[in-house]
């Protein structure tokens, strides 16, 4: 195949060839390019749009998840991808006919300015800035604010995959309000709802929280999932089955490396159209399709309205935090390789976790109390789990001596061993451990970087506390049945 | 020899949250700027006004916007409301009443 002599590579000194102006869009052959897509595609305007509205539509239709008259939840930070998730939604909506979209959305934007270190004052701008921009849109808006998620009165397990909810006072209030409004009206032309602001305590317990973690790249984890949690929560109380997200293909190739690079695999990361970890609500991501090139294109030539929220990483410079690493490696490359966010985004499609040996097919494992991925930290590979436990406990004195003892205890019984130190006392003793342990490795990793686990969300605390006591409660469960079968046993034999 | 410019610069068109406070705490919190370029030996191109820009535009931390000879990898540019890919990039000849606009894609920064 090579052939000597042959040379390849363009002369020195001759760049390689560049769409011009001169050329016509490549699609209708007639219009004057206006953006470049791909790798050297050139589109006129009119045509850039229906290449854009094409494909929203496309990925909607194709996966046929979203069925009509169904209520979905949209997800809006106030960034471009979302703004024109939700623009292309309104538009579809709107349209006659048979191509017309038929489902019922909402809007759903956290307020995440105290995580920010934003005032209150700004954040109100924010907020408003928001809602003015929705004011025209005739959809229903829920404004959400996480520090009202720190606040945990009742809880009841919803969905059979342990999944959870936290829910709020006043929130319910304002929450039964509103469902039998939409209950009523189909689809509205209402005025947004706000849940009322924040308390000045709740603000401060965010606040500290946040100010607690150490690392910048633990702060947006921590910030993804408590955000993730709340959107979800939103989404149970308001009866939304489905919630759609507006991570775009640049957004989501950088994500699936970022995982991969926090010690996420696979089964905590779902880059498929919908993620249904969850359980009874499904996030789908109609986005996907679109890189952040066509997203801001289209919405500069097409002016759709988005309001920027200061993110925690605001003016953080490069190595700061992985994500941000990670984002800067990524768009660094595709500005040489045109093909680098496509290529890891068809490859992250075909990740599939493998089966684990001595898995019961079927049964759910236990799930990871944060991200809802099944529990990856292997208990019968425990010699990993218990040395990465005993060296992070080490400056505590009691713990290492009971640790010690536990893995003899583990060889009698096979697979029991995370769930037998249980039963040790340090464990009881322990708050920090019981909530480590119903951790997925990613989740982990980053709880390193908070040294105490109190200002966690009483939620996540109570949580935990309820999985580790039903935990013990199954153990006891099974050896009172062993006694029972021992007695049966006996009077069989002879 | 070049005869002075007058070109509209923009920031925004924020594609991040959290960018555009970074373009208002980099530029002083002004989004256009109406420029008027100096007459000078060479003509004008996107190269030489990125330079321009990092000495009389950029309040601080100018690796947020500039990296080496083009902008940060991540930054689009839309001159006249086309890609500037298809103009040739940093060797585009600026012309009178161009504008010139700077979206970036960067989570915060």
């Known amino acids: 195949m090579c052939e000597v002599g042959e040379d390849y590579r363009a002369p020195a000194g001759q760049p390689p060839p560049r769409p011009g102006r001169e050329q016509k869009c490549v699609k209708c052959k007639e219009g004057l390019p206006v953006v470049v897509i791909r790798a050297g595609d050139a589109f006129c305007r009119d045509c850039f749009k229906a290449f854009y509205v094409h494909k929203f539509r496309a990925v909607l239709g194709k996966n046929r998840l979203i069925f009509p008259g169904e209520k979905v939840l949209l997800a809006w930070s106030g960034g471009p991808s979302s703004s024109s998730m939700l623009w292309q939604v309104l538009e579809g909506l709107s349209r006659d006919s048979a191509k017309r979209l038929r489902f019922v959305p909402g809007v759903v934007y956290a307020d995440e300015g105290a995580a920010c270190g934003q005032s209150p004052e700004d954040r109100a701008k924010t907020v408003a800035e928001a809602k003015a921009g929705l004011a025209e849109r005739r959809l229903p808006v829920v404004f959400s604010l996480p520090p009202s998620v720190l606040r945990c009165s009742a809880r009841e397990p919803v969905g059979t995959e342990g999944a959870y909810k936290a829910a709020v006072d006043s929130f319910l209030q304002q929450q039964h309000a509103l469902g039998e409004e939409q209950q009523s009206l189909p689809c509205p032309p209402r005025p947004p709802i706000r849940a009322g602001p924040p308390t000045a305590g709740q603000t401060e317990a965010l606040s500290t929280l946040f100010s607690s973690v150490e690392t910048l790249t633990a702060k947006e984890e921590l910030l993804r999932t408590l955000r993730t949690h709340l959107i979800l929560h939103v989404a149970r109380t308001h009866g939304y089955s489905k919630v759609m997200m507006g991570d775009s293909c640049t957004r989501l190739a950088i994500k699936l490396m970022t995982s991969l690079a926090l010690g996420r695999g696979p089964s905590s990361w779902s880059a498929g159209f919908s993620d249904e970890r969850h359980g009874d609500v499904v996030v789908v991501r109609p986005m996907r399709e679109h890189t952040l090139k066509e997203v801001a294109f289209y919405n500069r030539l097409f002016a759709v309205p988005s309001v920027f929220t200061p993110a925690v990483d605001t003016k953080a410079p490069e190595k700061a935090s992985i ?161 029972r079968e021992d007695e049966d046993a006996r009077p069989g034999e002879s | 020899m070049a005869a002075p410019l007058s070109v509209e610069v923009e920031f925004g068109a924020v594609v991040n949250p959290g960018k555009r406070a970074v373009r208002s705490l980099l530029f002083d919190g002004v989004k256009k700027h109406q420029v008027t370029l100096p007459g000078q030996e060479e003509p004008w191109d996107i190269r030489n006004l990125l330079v321009w820009i990092k000495k009389n535009l950029l309040k601080e931390r100018p690796e947020l916007f500039i990296q080496g000879d083009s902008v940060r990898p991540g930054i689009l540019v839309l001159i006249n409301d086309a890609d500037w890919e298809l103009l040739g990039e940093l060797d585009y000849q600026l012309q009178d009443q161009d504008s010139i606009l700077f979206i970036s894609t960067l989570h915060g920064g």
């Open chain 1, 323 to 483: 994500h941000r690493l990670m984002e800067a490696f990524i768009l660094r490359l595709q500005a040489q390789f045109p093909s680098t966010v496509s290529t890891v985004y068809r490859t992250s499609e075909k990740l599939v976790k493998a089966p684990r040996d001595g898995c019961a097919a079927g049964t759910p494992g236990p799930r990871c109390l944060l991200c809802m991925c099944v529990l990856d930290v292997d208990t019968a590979d425990s010699a990993t789990a218990f040395g990465a436990q005993t060296s992070s406990q080490l400056p505590q004195t009691q713990p290492p001596v009971a640790q010690a003892e536990a893995p003899t205890v583990s060889c009698c019984c096979t697979g029991m061993g995370a769930a037998l130190s249980a039963f040790c006392s340090c464990r009881e003793e322990d708050p920090r451990a019981r909530v480590i342990e119903q951790l997925c490795y990613g989740c982990r990793v980053n709880m390193k970087d908070l040294p105490s686990l109190d200002p966690l969300p009483p939620y996540i605390l109570a949580e935990a506390q309820l999985r580790s006591q039903r935990a013990e409660a199954e153990q006891i469960q099974e050896y009172l049945l062993e006694d």
